[in-house]
Each structure stands twice: as structure tokens, then as C-alpha cells.
């Protein structure tokens, strides 16, 4: 404690019991005429008359407790008509919920009856009193801003799961969400409110309406002439859907917006009030008045200098006034009202002397009043100052905020307040982290935006893929101005919200002070293991919507928490020069697998931690010398088996047991009362929250093993001999100090705290930026129209101008509400922060790779992270800050390429959905040229092992993402393959276009070679590689038909047709499949020929005839005249845009020239005999693939281009993307209808001539082109010298399996037949033989004998 002197040493008891001989001698040098006017002076008369002073009696403290009791009762109302019920209400004071009998539906209501939460479809609730006649007022404070219906509603009311407060004859409510007003009938009524927001319901008894005011604003007169009459009484009442949350204020509270006239259902304390602000009076008196004992007078002082220096006289008055004071300051109204607005009018002075008068007047509290009103009162202030700052509304200089932050941080300021603060409430009543929240305004004008950036901005230009060009060439001097003028209010804006985030930090740098010592156990070591539990309860009841702390008060409170963190670390690393600094920083691996700290059953890289604790307990032994007890892996063992029969999947809390065996529950539940105890929770939590026997180990260091909040400094950060957190280094590991074992545990938990629940919301806060640019590109298109309106038509120009308005106005309120979300969420430094995090999970991640198998024990959430932040830095943050400006940027994207190369096929890794992402992440990777780049800076060794794990055959696992990477390699170098978006969808709306998929091309000829190189030397993993790509892409392909049939013969039923979407989907899935198999297919035999031509490998032949046969088939199923493929393409149905001839033909055409024109003379002629001699082959199929099979082949390439790229008709704008209306309204996504088979067969033939590449000017070069037509004139040759030198075959010479080759093996030892390529393929995937069944052991060629 900061106080000084001798003053320390007394308590309370010492001033109430002092007998009054002691009394006089305990004034010490104060004589009793200065010490009589000295009291009369703190304690005047309430009626101060001019002869009143000069005949008032001498007062000493012997008689200070009868005079303080006479003043006090002064003004008091009599005790007949203090409890008298008031007229026009009925009902029990307090006014509560009633939790009895008053609701409908499944709801949480909180400890005291004031909040509620939504747990059905929609579920009501009321309060406990009713009023008939008067005015009358309650509040209802926000928390969620969906779905709710708020007002008044009868006894006759019925409600149900349907039907809720408004939607019966006589309750009355106004619903924000929705913007209307309710009563059976709906109308448009008031604003749309937020988080934050306070709605004061009024009901006017005596004039027969109801008015509703947001945040003090009154929305007009809602509902007027309501029923009335004798047995007609109006309950507050609200009906709320699933997880939204309010908390009500009937008057237990001040009202934060009282309205004139109008009276709280609930009495406020009068008489209880008057005395507190009659006792803070003489307090302050106290605290401005010193008694000079040399010259025997009283001085005049600044209240705000005051000390408590131990002076008898002063300590002694300050004990009387307690002794009334303290009691009074356990009540939430008077805390409120008297106590918080008192401190908060110290600080306007804006000094750091105001938070001394602060200090003095805590240590005042703890020197004068019992622990527990000093527990109370405290309680009831953070409580207070936590909802004043979450519901004040928001300002532009944010005034209110800053305003309570302050105080919060006095008030942290003195040690012993912060510590029973952190004991007893941070995260677990406190809800501390809230005060770490800045709230985004819905409603710009109200926040005061509209004066702060005067001049709004958006993005004008946009290249033909609908991207913004960052800086265009052409920025009209105009629209330079505009956009500086919006640069420039945007850093006003950050400024101030600057000042607020200062505030924020200062007060987690409080709670991490680890130097306060002296009274007890330091602040950090009590925040560390409350924040361990707070994020226990968030890992553990992921599925539970009362325990999650909301995502975006978790982005705030991470932002902060790094902050903080990174001063204490460089704090730390200061003083210690061995140590590293916060930017190096990483977590240790032992952390993962020592059992110092609690991972509550999140999964680790290797799977389950008693799984790990069994089959590595060798490993664990020898490397980090930690020895596992057999019989603790039998006790884990059987407690996991326990847990999957009980809960599933759930994951749940270990040590959730608190102290004394009470009953731990969750402590994050998002009303804003913040107080719970859930009284709905209380049975469902005890089967959640069994505690669990501590999964630790025996271990040759003995070490004690704690739950959560019971561990002390020692156990975090070791002490002689002993490592704390960092038990059992393994050799690989340096041994060297890094930080604070503390700081460590906090930065793991900022890691975990990202990938709860801050990755998702910083993707949901894009849709605004997402939002300007699709009303950007809608104005401009506008714009664009307007221009070319005819003059004759004013009718079009006058919807298109107000078209032009609702676009313009939505822009400017969206541009500013952007500028906020940049500031708040998406600036430079919350950048640096993810990219800090990025950093330390990188590190954390390479360092526990060099531990070997102990690499399985790290959990999975620190790769997840290391992807997700990159992610989000690349996508989130840009174009605002760029990723290019971070620090060792390009270093940084090397290490995560090595990270995603090595371990996307790591065996150490098990989970199926890790290992997803990994190759996710690798496939998203190699389609941007930095990252592409940052792949190819790799170790030589790591990309070849890349590649390999990539070339593994695709039977057996995941291929079709491995397939992806491939195809991405080489776009970009195939056959007419230079395109983002397909020719035919050119002129539709660009998806987004940030997808992977509609990246420009950019391959990578380094790892083309390394792919080349493996696949020429190594023959078994080429054969078994192909062969596997083969097949998937004869599966893919037929599906692919199987479902266009389907689709067809839908489309040939006269009756309207409805296709399921998915089964769209999946058709098109099917279809990108085959395009990218035979892409990759492409890249091998330009990079690999000889695996086809060269036969003197082994399967060189088998796999050339099976190519040929798959390409064949390809060819003629999509170039057969009026075939299936082109009706259903026709058809252009929404979810198959992808479907078209180019994208398949190409690529089929790219195989074809590598190997019958590009090639050496004898891989062609190998090629070209295979090819012909396949049954399946038709010349006509390769014609048309310049418009010259069949029909009318002098088809125009202007009729051609015009129909490929054509506008996409009228089907297409049903697509399951949302399509702004005219009025900016959004149009809802409707299930495909197929038009008619005749329809589309009109449409097919008035709009679709031949396919031809000849229309492809801009996507396939003259080069290209000549190539196609020379393979067309060498197969035209070979086709028919084949024809005229093939012998007919009898057909008992033709093999009996395909009936399309001659003879040409026979199997040893059965001696049955067939042709080569039948056998060759079959012998791939069994051994037996066709007829008999019995094992083949050889094949030998056979030849018809001559004789014969």
C-alpha cells in the first residue's frame, strides 16, 4: 500500500471502540476549539441560518456520532410512507425476470434476474411487475444485435415458438434487427441497432401510447390508442431467437437515459441516496481541509493533494463518516451513481496527481472499511465502469471511453484493489475483456464520422477482371484531392482511436507486472492462470453459445495482449542480455510435452496425448530425460475411454474443479449484466465440468502437479535446479534463456487465442471492403449507362439517376464505416502484430521439427495458425497495407514454404484434416509468383522431396489437391493455357478475384525439372504415377458423362425441371478434374516423353495405348456432331459455367501435338501407329477441332468468336452468387430450372456454330495454331496409308477381351490369349489370369504359325 506514516497501522476497530476518554488524546496537538471547528467545518448544519453559527455548541468527537446520526436523518421520509406501494404499479420490488412462469422456450437467465439469453428458436420472457396508469420507463442494454422483439405485453398474452412479444393482439414491440414495430400487423419503424446500443422503452398510461427512445434518442410515438380498462395491466416483455442477449434495467440501477415525466418500474433508493451524497460531501471536506497545528487554523486546500499522512484528527473523522459510508457502498445504485461519478469527476483534471488522490482515497477504503465491503464495493465499480464503457455510445473524439478506461486504470493503478480484482473477477465475473474492445458504430452519422471525414473515396478504376488497379495512371486531379481528403480523415480517425488502444495496453501492462511482490503473490502469476482458464473454457465449449468470449472482443484483446507482451519481453531481454528479444520469439518444445502446461485435450500433431505418452515414452526418456509411470498411461488410457462414451467429440476443461469443491462454471457468457451463474447451466454443467485427474508425468526432476489456478510462481518459472515451464530441454534445443517462463505461456496462449476464434473474424470484417467494391463497380456501370441513355427515353434516366443516388449514398456511409474497420481492425500495426505471431509460430514450429519424434507431441493448432495468418495477410489486410513492406518478408515466405514442403506429407502427422490444410495452403501457395518464388528458395533437397511426396501414386489418398499443385506448376506453359478466366466467361461477373484459381499464370521451371528428372530415373514411380492418373481420369470422365446424361434426360421431360445444385456442382467438380488430369498429363509427356515413346522401358508401350485410348474417347464424346456434351453446355445452367468445349479440347490437343509433332521421327511414328490402331479413334474428331468436321465447315471465325464469348443469357443471373439489384437490393439465389430439350436445340443452333481454335485468337499463338494443322495433315496421311495396307483379321485371330487388337500374347503356365495391351493392363492390378483364374507367372509374345 502507497500510504505513508503511522496512519497504516490503525484499523477500524481501533476508531470504533476507542472509549471517549481516549478520544481527546488521540486529537493530540489539535486543542478542542480548533478541533470544534474543524468538525463543524466538515459537518454543517443541513439549515444554516447567520445567528446559527455564532450559538452552535463546541463538538468533539465524543459527541461526533449522535451529530452525525442527527444529520443523516434530516430529510428522511417517515417510516410509514417509505414502503407504501406506488399507484398505477403492481407487482414484488425488486423487478426481476420471472424465471417461474413468466416465459416460453429455452433461456438463460442470469444470477440476478436481469439478463437473458436466447437457447430455442424464439423464446419470451417478462418481468415480475405490471403497471396500469402513469408513466413509466425501463432500459434494455444490447448485447447482440439480431433477431428481438422488445415492449410491453399483457397476462392474456400466449407466446410460443413462433409467435412472441408483437405478434399477438395486446403486446406491443419495436425490433432493431429488422427496423419495424410489431403489434399482430408489422410497419417500418425507428433505426437498426448494435452491440452497444441501450433502447428505453416508455409507455404512456394516461394518454394510451408507447414510445421507444435508442441510446436517449426518442424514435417517435410507436403505437398509440392501446387497449386500456379495468383488468388491463402491461408487463415488460421481450422474445429473442437463438444466442442473442440483452440485460434489463427496471431502476436497480441509474437509467443511463431518464426521460422527463417518466418513472423506473423499480423505486430508486431515495433515502438511501441522499445520505451517500450527504457523506461524500463531508468527505469531501475532509480531503480539502488541512488543520495547521502551529498557528491553531484550518486551511483551504486542493482536494486533489491530498495524502493520507496518518494525522489522528483526520483518521479519526474519515472513521466516523465510514461507519456510515462503507455500508452504503455495497449497493450496486449508489456505487453507480454516487462513488463512480465522484472518481470520475477527480480525473477531469487529466494529471497524474488525480490518480495519486485515487490511490490515497483506496487505501483509505481498505484502511477504514471491512474486506468484504471493500470486495463488494470494488466489485460493484468494475461493474459499473465495464457496462458504461461497453453500452456509452460512440463520440467522435470517443470521449466516454476514454473517460472510464482512465478511471479503470487508476483504480488498477493501486496493488492490493488490482490483485483482489484479478483473484476474484477478471474473466470470471469481471469479464475484464471487454475494456480491450472497441466497438465498430452501425450508424455512422450518430458516431460523429460524418464531421470527422467530410470527404469520402472508393475505387474508380477496374482492369477487365474487375480487380482495382492500386494506383491508376489516369487519376483524374479531381479524384486525387478526394482521395488525400479521405486519407487525411482517416488518420484523424486512427489518431483518437490511438489513444483509446494506449489506455487499453497500459492496463494490461498492470496486470502483468511480476514486480509487485509485497503483498502477496505477483499480478502476473494470478492473470497468467486466470487467462489459461478463460482460454480452457473458450477451447472447450466451442459448441456452447453462453461460455465463448465473442470473436471480435477476442481480436481486440489479442491486439492488446501483444502489445503488452512484447514491452514486458523487451522489458526483460534489456536487463538480461543473454536472453532473446520479442521479435525472435518462439515457445520451447518441451512446453508441449512435459505436462507444465494444460493443452485441454486439443489435438496434437501426432494424435492423441495418451496415445503419444505410450508409444514415445522411449523417446521421451532418452531425449528430454522425462520417465513416463506405466500406470499413469493405464489411468489416461481408461479417462479418455470414459470421456468418448460421455461426450463424444466434446472437449473438455481439466481441473475445472475450484476451490472448496464448488462447482467451476463458464465464465465468458456475453450478456451484459456479466454476472452468471447460470441458473438453466446448472444441471447440464456438472457432467461437463467433472474434473479430471491431471494428465502429468513422474519424472526424475520431481515436480509438483497443479491445476490451473493453483500453480505459483515457482512451479511457472522454476527456481534453483529446477527448469519451471522449460522441464526436460532436449539436446537439440539451445540452452540459452529466452524470457520469462510466464511471457512464454502468455504468448502460447495469444497463439491458441488466434485460431479460437480472431482468424474468423477478421475474415467476416472483409465483407465491407468486399461491399465497396461491389457498389463501386455497381455506381460505375450506372454511370456508364447514364451516359449512353437515349435522349428519349426519361424514364430510364430518371430510375437509372435514383439508382445512382441509393448507390452513392451507400458509398459514402460504407467509406466511412470502412475507415473505422481499417483502423480499428486492419491497420499497420494490427498487421505487424499477425505478422509477429506469423513469425513466432514459424520459429515454434522449426525448433520442434529438431526434437525428431517428439515433434508429434506439438499441438496442431500452431501449424494451423502459421497457414491462417499468412492467409490472412495476404488477403485481409491488402490493399490498404501491402505484405511486401513487412520486415524479412520474403525470408519469412521461404520459411513457411519449407515448413508447408516438408510436412504436407510429414508421417509424424496424422490428423486427415491438418493434413488437408498443409495442402491447401502448398496448393494456395504455388499459385502466386512471391510465393511460387519463396517454394523455389528452398533447399534443393526439401523441393525434390516435395515433388516426390507429390508424384506418389494417386491411389490410396487425396489426389485431387496434389493434382492441383501440379497443374498449377505448369500453367502457363501448355497448350493454349495463358488464360485467368475461360474465353466464354469473359463478359459475366468475375467471381472474387483473389481465388487461387484466377491467378495470372506463373509456373515454375524449376520444379518442372525436378519433376522430370525423378520421373525419368526413377521407372517404377513413373509407371505406377501414370498409371494412377490414368485411372482417376477415366473414373473422372466418366462420371463426368454419367451425370450430363442425367441432366439431359431431366431436360427432355416436358414438365418443369428443378436440378439439385449439389449434383451441378459435383458435375462441374468432375470436369475440372478431368481438364487438370490431363493437363498434368500434358506437362509429363512434354517433360518425360520417353516414359510413352521410349519401349524399351518397360510399360512405355502398355501406358502409350492406354493415353491414346483415354484421349480418343475424350475426343469423340465432345466433338460428336449434336451430341450430348454440346445440348447440356447449351443449356448454360448456373454451377456449370465451367462446362465448355475449350478448356477439355485444348488440353486433349496439347498431348496430341507433344507427341505427333514435336517429338523425335520414331517417338511420332510410335505415337501415330498406336494412335490409328486404336478402334475408338475418328479423324473427324481432330478435324473439328479447327472447325472442319462435317456440316457446313466454312463456318465464319467471326460467327465462331461471337458465339463463344457471347453474353451469358438470362439462366445464368439465377447463380448462386447474390447479384445487386437495381436499388442495391439483393437478389436471393433460386435452384436452376432447365429450359426445354427444344428450347435449348433452338438455342444450340441459332447461336452455336462449330468449334474451332481458329476463334482463339487471343488465347492460342499462330505458332500453336500451324501446329494443329500439321498434326491434322500427317493424320489425314497415316490414316489412310493404314487403312489401305491393313490386312481384314478373321475374328477368331482378335483378342477375346477387346475385340479390337489381334492376338499377340500368351500366358505362361495356363496358355490362354489375348492382345498385349489387355494383359499388360490387367497384370497392373492382378495377377490371375482372365479364364482359368490361375496365377500368372510370365507372358511371352505370340505370332499366328505360317502354316495355318
Excluded at 516426390?948 to 501448355?974: D, F, K, S
Excluded at 500427317?1274 to 483379321?1289: D, G, H, R, V
Aim: hydrophobic share 40%; charged share 25%; proline share 5%.
Amino acid at each position: 500500500m502507497s500510504s505513508k506514516g503511522g496512519g497504516t497501522a490503525l484499523t477500524r476497530r481501533n476508531y470504533r471502540l476507542a472509549s471517549d476518554t481516549d478520544k481527546p488524546k488521540a486529537t493530540g496537538i489539535v486543542n478542542e476549539k480548533l478541533l470544534s471547528d474543524y468538525l463543524h467545518h466538515v459537518f454543517p448544519p443541513t439549515k444554516q441560518g447567520p445567528a446559527l453559527a455564532s450559538l452552535r455548541k463546541p463538538l468533539g468527537f465524543q459527541d461526533l456520532g449522535a451529530h452525525l446520526e442527527r444529520l443523516l436523518s434530516e430529510g428522511e421520509p417517515a417510516e410509514d410512507t417509505r414502503d407504501q406501494p406506488v399507484e398505477g404499479r403492481l407487482g414484488p420490488q425488486p423487478v426481476v425476470l420471472d424465471h417461474t412462469s413468466g416465459f416460453e422456450g429455452l433461456l438463460f437467465v442470469d444470477d440476478d434476474l436481469l439478463g437473458v439469453i436466447g437457447h430455442s428458436n424464439f423464446s419470451s420472457i417478462r418481468a415480475t411487475t405490471c403497471v396500469y396508469k402513469g408513466k413509466w420507463a425501463y432500459e434494455v442494454l444490447i448485447s447482440s444485435q439480431g433477431l428481438m422483439q422488445i415492449g410491453w405485453c399483457t397476462l392474456n398474452c400466449r407466446f410460443n415458438q413462433e409467435e412472441g412479444v408483437g405478434d399477438t393482439p395486446d403486446s406491443y414491440a419495436y425490433d432493431g434487427n429488422r427496423v419495424r414495430k410489431w403489434n399482430v400487423t408489422t410497419t417500418n419503424y425507428g433505426k437498426s441497432w448494435a452491440a452497444g446500443d441501450i433502447v428505453s422503452c416508455l409507455i404512456d398510461l394516461d394518454e394510451a401510447t408507447i414510445t421507444f427512445c435508442l441510446n436517449g434518442q426518442s424514435l417517435g410515438t410507436a403505437f398509440s390508442n392501446i387497449k386500456m380498462g379495468p383488468g388491463v395491466a402491461y408487463f415488460p416483455a421481450i422474445s429473442l431467437s437463438f444466442k442473442e442477449s440483452v440485460a434489463f434495467n427496471f431502476g436497480s440501477r441509474p437509467l443511463r437515459y431518464p426521460v422527463d415525466g417518466y418513472i423506473p418500474l423499480q423505486n430508486p433508493p431515495t433515502t438511501d441516496l441522499m445520505k451517500a451524497h450527504k457523506l461524500l460531501g463531508y468527505i469531501k471536506n475532509v480531503l480539502s481541509t488541512s488543520i495547521d497545528a502551529q498557528e491553531e487554523r484550518m486551511v483551504e486546500k486542493d482536494c486533489s493533494v491530498w495524502r493520507l499522512h496518518g494525522e489522528p484528527t483526520v483518521l479519526v473523522t474519515m472513521a466516523h463518516i465510514f461507519n456510515h459510508f462503507a455500508p452504503l457502498m455495497c449497493k450496486v445504485y449508489l456505487v453507480e451513481d454516487v462513488l463512480m461519478n465522484f472518481l470520475l469527476g477527480i480525473l477531469e483534471g487529466g494529471g497524474s496527481v488525480e490518480h495519486q488522490l485515487i490511490q490515497q482515497l483506496l487505501d483509505l477504503f481498505w484502511l477504514l472499511m471491512e474486506d468484504y465491503e471493500v470486495n463488494e464495493c470494488l466489485k460493484q465499480l468494475m461493474m459499473s465502469l465495464l457496462r458504461a464503457y461497453r453500452f456509452s455510445p460512440i463520440i467522435p473524439d470517443l470521449g466516454f471511453q476514454i473517460h472510464y478506461l482512465r478511471l479503470t486504470t487508476a483504480i488498477l493503478h493501486h496493488e492490493k484493489s488490482r490483485k483482489y480484482l484479478l483473484n476474484n473477477f477478471t474473466f470470471d465475473v469481471l469479464r475484464s475483456v471487454v475494456f480491450f474492445y472497441i466497438k465498430t458504430p452501425l450508424r455512422v452519422k450518430e458516431a460523429g464520422l460524418e464531421e470527422l471525414i467530410p470527404t469520402t473515396w472508393w475505387p474508380t478504376h477496374f482492369d477487365k477482371e474487375g480487380k482495382d488497379e492500386r494506383e491508376p495512371k489516369d487519376e483524374s486531379a479531381d479524384e486525387r484531392l478526394r482521395r488525400r481528403a479521405y486519407e487525411r480523415g482517416c488518420q484523424r480517425l486512427k489518431k483518437r482511436i490511438e489513444v483509446v488502444e494506449e489506455l487499453q495496453v497500459q492496463i494490461l501492462k498492470l496486470l502483468l507486472n511480476n514486480k509487485d511482490k509485497t503483498t502477496g503473490e505477483a499480478s502476473r502469476y494470478i492473470f497468467l492462470n486466470k487467462f489459461r482458464k478463460f482460454l480452457q473454457e473458450n477451447a472447450s465449449n466451442r459448441g456452447h453459445p453462453t461460455a465463448l468470449c465473442p470473436p471480435e472482443y477476442m481480436v481486440c484483446f489479442l491486439h492488446r495482449l501483444i502489445t503488452a507482451v512484447r514491452a514486458s519481453w523487451d522489458d526483460g531481454s534489456r536487463k538480461s542480455p543473454s536472453s532473446i528479444g520479442s521479435e525472435d520469439a518462439y515457445v520451447p518444445p518441451q512446453l508441449f510435452y512435459n505436462g507444465k502446461v494444460d493443452y485441454f485435450d486439443l489435438q496434437r500433431l501426432g494424435g492423441l496425448l495418451s496415445h503419444l505418452k505410450k508409444t514415445l515414452k522411449d523417446d521421451l526418456a532418452s531425449k528430454a530425460n522425462i520417465i513416463i509411470d506405466p500406470a499413469e498411461i493405464q489411468a489416461t488410457s481408461m479417462d479418455d475411454l470414459d470421456e468418448d462414451e460421455e461426450s463424444g467429440a466434446a472437449q473438455r476443461p481439466f481441473g475445472a474443479a475450484a476451490m472448496g469443491g464448488a462447482l467451476a462454471r463458464p465464465s465468458w457468457l456475453s450478456s451484459p449484466t456479466l454476472g452468471r451463474a447460470n441458473r438453466f447451466l446448472s444441471t447440464a454443467a456438472v457432467s461437463l465440468m467433472t474434473p479430471r485427474r491431471p494428465l502429468t508425468q513422474p519424472e526424475k526432476v520431481k515436480v509438483r502437479t497443479l491445476a490451473v489456478e493453483q500453480r505459483t510462481e515457482e512451479d511457472i518459472e522454476g527456481s534453483h535446479g529446477n527448469d519451471g515451464l522449460l522441464l526436460g530441454r532436449p539436446l537439440e534445443e539451445p540452452d540459452q534463456p529466452i524470457a520469462d517462463k510466464s511471457l512464454l505461456e502468455i504468448v502460447d496462449g495469444i497463439v491458441m487465442m488466434y485460431n479460437l476464434s480472431v482468424h474468423q473474424q477478421l475474415g467476416k470484417m472483409v465483407v465491407v471492403s468486399d461491399d465497396v467494391h461491389e457498389y463501386a463497380v455497381a455506381l460505375k456501370d450506372t454511370e456508364e449507362k447514364i451516359a449512353r441513355c437515349p435522349a428519349k427515353r426519361p424514364d430510364i434516366l430518371d430510375e437509372l439517376q435514383k439508382s445512382q443516388k441509393v448507390f452513392a449514398e451507400k458509398l459514402n456511409h460504407l467509406c466511412r464505416r470502412l475507415a473505422w474497420i481499417n483502423a480499428t481492425i486492419y491497420s499497420k500495426e494490427k498487421m505487424l502484430d499477425v505478422y509477429w505471431l506469423l513469425c513466432v509460430c514459424i520459429r515454434t514450429i522449426e525448433h520442434a521439427d529438431n526434437t525428431g519424434s517428439l515433434f508429434a507431441f506439438s499441438p496442431e493448432f500452431y501449424l494451423s495458425v502459421a497457414m491462417n495468418a499468412y492467409s490472412a495477410l495476404k488477403n485481409y489486410f491488402s490493399p490498404a497495407n501491402s505484405m511486401e513492406e513487412l520486415p524479412g518478408y520474403e525470408e519469412t515466405l521461404t520459411q513457411l514454404a519449407a515448413i508447408l514442403a516438408k510436412h504436407f506429407a510429414d508421417p509424424r502427422i496424422v490428423g486427415t484434416d491438418i493434413k488437408d490444410s498443409l495442402m491447401q495452403a502448398l496448393a494456395s501457395y504455388v499459385c502466386y509468383p512471391q510465393s511460387l518464388r519463396a517454394v523455389e528458395r528452398i533447399p534443393e533437397e526439401q523441393r525434390v522431396a516435395m515433388m516426390r511426396n507429390l508424384l506418389a501414386p494417386y491411389e490410396q489418398r487425396p489426389w485431387a489437391q496434389t493434382n492441383w499443385i501440379l497443374v498449377r506448376l505448369w500453367r502457363g506453359c501448355g497448350f493454349g493455357y495463358r488464360y485467368t478466366r475461360l474465353p466464354h466467361l469473359l463478359k459475366t461477373k468475375p467471381e472474387d478475384a483473389n481465388l487461387p484459381s484466377l491467378q495470372k499464370p506463373c509456373p515454375s521451371l524449376l520444379l518442372q525439372r525436378h519433376m522430370a528428372e525423378l520421373l525419368s530415373v526413377d521407372k517404377d514411380m513413373a509407371a505406377s504415377f501414370l498409371n494412377s492418373v490414368l485411372n482417376q481420369l477415366n473414373w473422372a470422365f466418366s462420371e463426368f458423362i454419367g451425370m450430363i446424361q442425367e441432366i439431359q434426360q431431366a431436360a427432355e421431360r416436358p414438365e418443369r425441371n428443378f436440378v439439385d445444385t449439389r449434383q451441378l456442382k459435383v458435375c462441374a467438380t468432375c470436369f475440372d478434374l478431368s481438364v487438370s488430369l490431363l493437363r498434368v498429363l500434358e506437362m509429363t509427356v512434354t517433360l518425360v516423353p520417353e516414359i510413352f515413346l521410349d519401349w524399351s522401358r518397360p510399360s512405355a508401350e502398355l501406358l502409350l495405348r492406354r493415353l491414346a485410348q483415354l484421349l480418343n474417347q475424350v475426343l469423340n464424346r465432345v466433338t460428336a456432331e449434336k451430341n450430348l456434351f454440346d445440348r447440356v453446355v447449351n443449356l448454360r445452367l448456373p454451377g456449370l459455367e465451367s462446362v465448355d468445349h475449350y478448356p477439355i479440347l485444348v488440353a486433349v490437343t496439347g498431348i496430341l501435338v507433344r507427341i505427333l509433332v514435336d517429338g523425335d521421327r520414331q517417338g511420332i511414328s510410335r505415337a501415330s501407329s498406336v494412335l490409328l490402331s486404336d478402334p475408338c479413334f475418328q479423324l473427324h474428331s481432330i478435324q473439328h477441332l479447327l472447325g472442319e468436321g462435317g456440316g457446313d465447315s466454312s463456318g465464319s471465325t467471326a460467327a465462331v468468336t461471337s458465339t463463344v464469348t457471347s453474353t451469358v443469357t438470362s439462366t445464368v443471373t439465377s447463380t448462386a452468387r447474390p447479384v445487386i439489384g437495381s436499388l442495391g437490393s439483393s437478389v436471393a439465389p433460386v435452384a436452376p430450372v432447365i429450359p426445354s430439350a427444344a428450347a435449348a436445340a433452338n438455342a444450340g443452333s441459332s447461336e452455336r456454330k462449330h468449334f474451332s481454335l481458329h476463334a482463339y485468337t487471343d488465347y492460342i499463338s499462330e505458332e500453336e495454331k500451324q501446329k494443329v494443322e500439321l498434326m491434322l495433315t500427317f493424320l489425314t496421311e497415316e490414316s489412310k496409308q493404314a487403312a489401305a495396307s491393313t490386312a481384314p483379321t478373321s475374328e477368331e485371330d482378335l483378342c477375346p477381351i477387346c475385340y479390337a487388337h489381334s492376338i499377340s500374347a500368351v500366358f505362361k503356365p495356363c496358355s490362354h490369349k489375348s492382345c498385349k495391351a489387355c494383359i499388360n493392363q490387367h497384370l497392373m492390378n492382378n495377377k490371375d489370369c482372365f479364364f482359368c483364374k490361375a496365377t500368372i507367372t510370365g507372358v511371352e509374345d505370340y505370332s499366328k504359325p505360317a502354316a495355318s
